[in-house]
């Protein structure tokens, strides 16, 4: 089955799972690794934004494509930003309908939502989150878990400091 396995709405976050052809797995590795090296440039002058080799760009990557996947298997028209340019790309990574979706990757492992604090509240024109976390870290790998949230409602999640920034953090439940 392709798309939507189940969909959940708790006070305005949908959740569901979504199936996805596993070659995006391998996509998202090359882009991915494409992007960090384009972006080898900017981490040399903005340090918060170094993650050492941690993968971030596939990750990142690989759950974009997914997200695009997931639409055009629902039929839903959507426009998406471009993958790889020579500078970071403020704004949405995806448009469906009105809606303007930055897309969060979550490691397979991950039982919390994270929102870079200052990003939140740059002024990007995003309207919705949508966190996506895949079943494992496999090539092989052919499912994620999604969630879609408004951004409104990450102003009421908890702000902690991480590692390397602060950033409003939720329970996954």
């Known amino acids: 089955m392709v798309g939507i396995c189940k969909v959940q709405v708790r006070t ?18 090359y882009i991915g690794g494409l ?6 440039g ?16 596939q990750l990142g990557v690989k759950c974009e494509l997914i997200a695009q996947y ?9 426009t998406s930003n471009q993958l790889v340019h020579s500078k970071a790309i403020v704004g949405e990574d995806i448009i469906v309908g009105d809606k303007k979706i930055d897309v969060k990757g979550m490691y397979c492992d991950t039982q919390q939502f994270r929102v870079n604090y200052k990003a939140h509240h740059k ?7 949508m966190f996506i976390r895949p079943k494992s870290d496999g090539l092989e790998c052919n499912e994620a878990d999604w ?12 702000v902690e400091q991480l590692k390397y920034t602060q950033a409003y953090v939720k329970q996954v439940s």
């Open 12 to 29: 305005s976050m949908k959740s569901g799972t979504a199936s996805y052809p596993p070659l995006i797995n391998e996509c998202g590795q």
């Open 70 to 78: 997931f639409f055009w298997s629902i039929g839903k028209e959507y």
């Open 35 to 40: 992007r960090d090296v384009v972006h080898l």
């Open 123 to 129: 002024d990007k024109g995003i309207s919705h989150y």
């Open 147 to 158: 969630w879609f949230v408004p951004k409104s409602n990450v102003d009421k999640w908890n």
């Open 42 to 57: 900017t981490q040399s002058w903005a340090k918060e934004y170094n993650r050492g080799n941690k993968l971030v760009s």
